[in-house]
C-alpha cells in the first residue's frame, strides 16, 4: 500500500468525520469526546457516587425509588453532530433559540409587588418543606443567584450578614423577617444524621448540597401550582432589585448588592 497524499489524507479525514455522534473512533483523538463535555459526564457520575455513598441505614424502598429517578436524570448525556448541515445553519438555529428564551424571559421576567410577594411566601410556608420555604425567603429577601446559594456554606451566614463568595464577592445584611425561616430549617437541618460534618448551607434529601438546577425547579413548579406560570428564581432576585430602588438605594449601591460588574448592567438587567 502506498503512500497517501496530503489531499487524500484530507478527504479520507472528512469522509470518515461526517458522522452523527462522538467516540465512534477510537484512533483519532480529535473524534472523541471533548474536554470539556468529558468533565460534564465525570460530573454526572461523581454525583451519582455521591448519592449512592449518602444513602446509608435501613433500606426504604420510596427513598430508593426516589434515589433511582433522580440517577436516571443525571446520567451522561450524548451530544450530536450536524455533519450534513453547513456551519451557518447550525449556528443560526442556536441563535434563534437565544432570541426565543430571551423574549420569553423578557415578557415573564417582571417583579412581584409587595402583595403578590406576600402571598407567595404565604403559600410556601403551608405547602413547601421547611428547606424550600428557606430558599425561597432568601432569594427573595438576598436577591442571590442560584448558582450563589447553591454554593453558601455555614461558615458565610451569620446572625446580621450573608458573604457570597466567588468572582463577585460582597456582604449582604440579612433582614429580621427572614430570620425565622432559616433558623427553623437549621433546626430541622441539625435533627439529621451527619448533617454537622456536611459544611454546605443547604443540603437535599441525599444530604448533598443542593444544586441551582433543583432550586430552580423549586421556584418554577411552585408558580405554576400557586397560580403564578412566570415565577423563577431570576423573577424573585428582580423583585430585590426593585425594591432596593424603591426604598431609597442609589444605583450603584443596588449593583454591588446584586453582583454585578457596573451599575450599566444593572440598568439593563432593570429595563428589560
Given at each position: 500500500?502506498?503512500?497517501?497524499?496530503?489531499?487524500?489524507?484530507?478527504?479520507?479525514?472528512?469522509?470518515?468525520?461526517?458522522?452523527?455522534?462522538?467516540?465512534?473512533?477510537?484512533?483519532?483523538?480529535?473524534?472523541?469526546?471533548?474536554?470539556?463535555?468529558?468533565?460534564?459526564?465525570?460530573?454526572?457520575?461523581?454525583?451519582?457516587?455521591?448519592?449512592?455513598?449518602?444513602?446509608?441505614?435501613?433500606?426504604?424502598?420510596?427513598?430508593?425509588?426516589?434515589?433511582?429517578?433522580?440517577?436516571?436524570?443525571?446520567?451522561?448525556?450524548?451530544?450530536?453532530?450536524?455533519?450534513?448541515?453547513?456551519?451557518?445553519?447550525?449556528?443560526?438555529?442556536?441563535?434563534?433559540?437565544?432570541?426565543?428564551?430571551?423574549?420569553?424571559?423578557?415578557?415573564?421576567?417582571?417583579?412581584?409587588?409587595?402583595?403578590?410577594?406576600?402571598?407567595?411566601?404565604?403559600?410556601?410556608?403551608?405547602?413547601?418543606?421547611?428547606?424550600?420555604?428557606?430558599?425561597?425567603?432568601?432569594?427573595?429577601?438576598?436577591?442571590?443567584?442560584?448558582?450563589?446559594?447553591?454554593?453558601?456554606?455555614?461558615?458565610?451566614?451569620?446572625?446580621?450578614?450573608?458573604?457570597?463568595?466567588?468572582?463577585?464577592?460582597?456582604?449582604?445584611?440579612?433582614?429580621?423577617?427572614?430570620?425565622?425561616?432559616?433558623?427553623?430549617?437549621?433546626r430541622v437541618r441539625a435533627e439529621r444524621p451527619g448533617a454537622d460534618?456536611?459544611?454546605?448551607?443547604?443540603?437535599?434529601?441525599?444530604?448533598?448540597?443542593?444544586?441551582?438546577?433543583?432550586?430552580?425547579?423549586?421556584?418554577?413548579?411552585?408558580?405554576?401550582?400557586?397560580?403564578?406560570?412566570?415565577?423563577?428564581?431570576?423573577?424573585?432576585?428582580?423583585?430585590?432589585?426593585?425594591?432596593?430602588?424603591?426604598?431609597?438605594?442609589?444605583?450603584?449601591?443596588?449593583?454591588?448588592?446584586?453582583?454585578?460588574?457596573?451599575?450599566?448592567?444593572?440598568?439593563?438587567?432593570?429595563?428589560?
Amino acid at each position: 500500500m502506498g503512500r497517501k497524499s496530503p489531499q487524500e489524507k484530507k478527504r479520507l479525514s472528512y469522509a470518515k468525520d461526517r458522522r452523527n455522534a462522538y467516540g465512534e473512533n477510537d484512533k483519532s483523538s480529535r473524534k472523541n469526546i471533548p474536554r470539556h463535555k468529558r468533565r460534564v459526564n465525570q460530573a454526572n457520575r461523581h454525583r451519582e457516587h455521591q448519592m449512592l455513598t449518602a444513602a446509608l441505614g435501613p433500606v426504604d424502598l420510596d427513598h430508593a425509588a426516589t434515589a433511582e429517578e433522580g440517577l436516571l436524570k443525571v446520567r451522561p448525556q450524548r451530544w450530536r453532530k450536524w455533519p450534513d448541515t453547513p456551519l451557518g445553519g447550525v449556528v443560526r438555529g442556536k441563535l434563534d433559540g437565544i432570541d426565543v428564551r430571551r423574549s420569553f424571559e423578557a415578557a415573564t421576567l417582571s417583579p412581584l409587588a409587595d402583595r403578590e410577594l406576600d402571598e407567595m411566601l404565604s403559600a410556601a410556608a403551608r405547602l413547601l418543606s421547611t428547606k424550600d420555604v428557606a430558599v425561597l425567603h432568601f432569594l427573595a429577601h438576598t436577591g442571590v443567584r442560584v448558582s450563589e446559594l447553591s454554593a453558601l456554606d455555614l461558615r458565610d451566614v451569620s446572625n446580621g450578614s450573608v458573604t457570597v463568595r466567588g468572582g463577585r464577592r460582597r456582604t449582604i445584611p440579612l433582614p429580621p423577617e427572614l430570620r425565622p425561616p432559616l433558623d427553623a430549617y437549621l433546626r430541622v437541618r441539625a435533627e439529621r444524621p451527619g448533617a454537622d460534618e456536611k459544611p454546605a448551607y443547604f443540603l437535599n434529601a441525599f444530604g448533598c448540597r443542593v444544586s441551582p438546577g433543583a432550586v430552580n425547579r423549586v421556584v418554577v413548579t411552585f408558580g405554576t401550582l400557586i397560580g403564578m406560570p412566570g415565577l423563577s428564581a431570576r423573577t424573585l432576585r428582580k423583585t430585590f432589585a426593585v425594591n432596593l430602588l424603591r426604598a431609597g438605594a442609589d444605583l450603584d449601591t443596588t449593583s454591588e448588592m446584586l453582583g454585578h460588574a457596573s451599575p450599566d448592567a444593572t440598568r439593563s438587567y432593570l429595563a428589560r
